[in-house]
């Protein structure tokens, strides 16, 4: 049971460049979402979906996109990378989204020169 | 604006000791709270959760004491030990809505 998968590990890219962070759950979860953790900021909510082919803004949504095509895959796109979305992503999946438990990923560390 | 405050940011503790990490909030339609703990280069994984109908749950030597009408709840680690340090993070979420909010996270070293 791998739980949440979360691809690439690390990354670098350079400012305008684009990328797709992957994020995959075999636990038949509903509930997906996308996080990025900075210092003394907690962990931010960027999107998140509540089923195939249904998504919606969290807190910080803006310069990600997301799309929800299948139940298990929930990808996370920067369409345009800046040095202010160095961070480290976290995606994470639960049954409902409240009141269960929040399995994360092990993280994307991301980093734009 | 930070819908759940978290303090301290650090706290540096003997083995042995209680470390008490505290949380605030406004929003009176949250009514799940969950902490959870994160060492370095993971992602962070379920430790308690508590519901506002209690005022105290404990699972083995982590503690979660609830307060409604002051809308604080605080973790409390008894006899934390070396293997405790790590980061922490309260969180919350409401019926309602789709989100949970996270603090801004307690990193919590045990001295031997």
């Known amino acids: 049971n791998a739980g949440v998968t979360q691809t690439p590990k690390f990354q670098v890219l350079k400012t305008g460049q684009s990328m797709t962070l992957q994020c995959a759950q075999d636990?038949?979860?509903?509930?997906m979402s996308w996080y990025r953790q900075d210092p003394g900021m907690g962990l931010r909510l960027i999107h998140y979906s509540v089923g195939a082919g249904i998504t919606d803004q969290g807190e910080v949504p803006n310069g990600y996109n997301v799309s929800r095509s299948t139940t298990e895959d929930f990808p996370l796109r920067l369409l345009s990378a800046a040095p202010s979305q160095t961070s480290v992503y976290f995606c994470a999946s639960s049954y409902v989204p409240e009141g269960s438990i929040q399995y994360f990923g092990a993280g994307t560390r991301l980093s734009v020169l | 604006q930070q819908q759940v405050k978290q303090s301290p940011q650090s706290l540096i503790v003997q083995k042995g000791g209680i470390p008490i990490i505290n949380c605030a909030y406004e929003n009176t339609a949250f009514d799940y709270f969950p902490w959870y703990q994160q060492f370095p280069g993971k992602g962070p994984a379920l430790l308690i959760a508590?519901?506002?109908?209690?005022s105290e749950k404990k699972e083995g030597r982590f503690t979660i004491s609830f307060n409604k009408s002051a809308k604080q709840f605080s973790l409390h680690i008894m006899d934390s030990q070396p293997g405790d340090s790590a980061t922490y993070f309260c969180?919350?979420?409401?019926?309602?809505?789709?989100?949970?909010?996270f603090g801004t996270g307690t990193s919590l070293t045990v001295i031997p």
């Open positions: 508590i519901r506002p109908d209690v």
């Open positions: 636990m038949n979860h509903e509930y």
């Open positions: 969180a919350a979420s409401s019926n309602t809505g789709n989100q949970f909010y």
